[in-house]
């Protein structure tokens, strides 16, 4: 689950009423497209690449 980077506001599924977001609070799957969009999201951290090498 990503989390936010600022603090953020957003409704929930199923409320009527925005929640407020703390930076780190972890973000609601419905409200993370709306939260990237004002740069809300923290930036995920890179994935190391593997060595897979039984393809050779």
């Given at each position: 689950?990503?989390?936010?980077?600022?603090?953020?506001?957003?409704?929930?599924?199923?409320?009527?009423?925005?929640?407020?977001?703390?930076?780190?609070?972890?973000?609601?799957?419905?409200?993370?497209?709306?939260?990237?969009?004002?740069g809300?999201?923290?930036?995920?951290?890179?994935?190391?690449?593997?060595?897979?090498?039984?393809?050779?």
């Amino acid at each position: 689950m990503a989390k936010f980077s600022k603090a953020f506001k957003g409704v929930k599924d199923g409320d009527i009423y925005p929640t407020s977001f703390a930076k780190g609070a972890d973000c609601p799957p419905e409200l993370e497209e709306a939260a990237a969009s004002v740069g809300a999201l923290a930036a995920d951290k890179p994935q190391k690449p593997t060595n897979d090498n039984s393809s050779k």
